[in-house]
């Protein structure tokens, strides 16, 4: 990743679709962090974008023209008691992992949540994920506990980690969860690190075989 274009985040929008769908579908091809089996395809994602964002904010990390990861939120649960919780999901190119910018992606996100009244956080992680494993713990998760061979991809099972974290105190009652605020391109500073290429982004273990366009 080049040191000299700033890195920024920001709300993400339609024509961010095509980087998240590659992003995305290169987790689906090679590897257990997403138990998906089949590719993305845009649409999916403009559907998901456009939907979701009116609720949860959805969050890009850039570098220059380039797209370097997505974060966002969803529900949780439907059922209108779950209101205040909130799943949260974050993905970076694999080339730009391991660098900081998932720590400034993700506190960002776990900021918007916080201002818009959500009070828990929760992020299931496929077991083993190293990387991811280590970001939820940076940002305040706590491990809850593992639903044992949860997904069978790419011939093996796989456990998935249950992960909280606290955003807010839970009053009562709760206050309304408000809408999420749009966030304009904002520079952030990363650490210099020694890790950059140094250990694999997740628990590697493909390539997936088998996997199709939907
Ligand atoms: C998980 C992911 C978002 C983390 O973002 P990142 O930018 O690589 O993470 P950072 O560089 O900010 O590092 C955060 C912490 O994790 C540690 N870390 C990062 N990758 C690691 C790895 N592969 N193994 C062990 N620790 C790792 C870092 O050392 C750092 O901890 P420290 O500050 O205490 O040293 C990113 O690696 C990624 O997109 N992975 C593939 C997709 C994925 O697994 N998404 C999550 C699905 S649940």
């Known amino acids: 990743m080049s040191q000299s274009e700033k890195t920024v985040i920001r709300s993400a ?14 987790y689906v091809l090679n590897s257990g962090a997403n138990l998906r089996l089949q590719l993305y395809e845009p649409e999916e994602w403009s559907k998901l974008l456009a939907q979701g964002s009116a609720q949860y904010p959805w969050l ?3 570098q220059g023209p380039r797209i370097l990861g997505y974060a966002y939120a969803a529900s949780w649960n439907a059922r209108e008691a779950y209101a205040w919780s909130t799943e949260t999901t974050i993905y970076l190119a694999a080339e730009a992992a391991g660098q900081g910018v998932g720590t400034r992606l993700y506190q960002t996100l776990l900021d918007e949540l916080t201002y818009q009244g959500f009070t ?11 990387g991811s494993e280590a970001l939820h713990r940076k940002t305040g998760f706590t491990l809850i506990g593992k639903l044992a061979d949860n997904g069978f991809k790419n011939g093996r ?12 105190s839970a009053t009562v009652p709760p206050k309304p969860v408000t809408t999420p605020r749009v966030l304009e391109a904002t520079a952030i500073d990363l650490l210099p ?19 199709t366009g939907s």
Do not use: Y
């Open 120 to 130: 828990t956080a929760i992020a299931k992680i496929t077991s083993p994920n190293p």
């Open 193 to 211: 690190t020694d890790k950059s290429g140094g250990f694999q982004p997740d628990g590697w273990h493909g390539p997936l075989t088998g996997a």
């Open 157 to 168: 099972w796989w456990d998935v980690g249950i992960w909280q974290r606290t955003l807010a």
């Open 60 to 62: 890009i990390a850039q």
């Open 13 to 26: 929008h339609e024509d961010d679709v095509d980087a998240i769908t590659r992003i995305a579908n290169h």
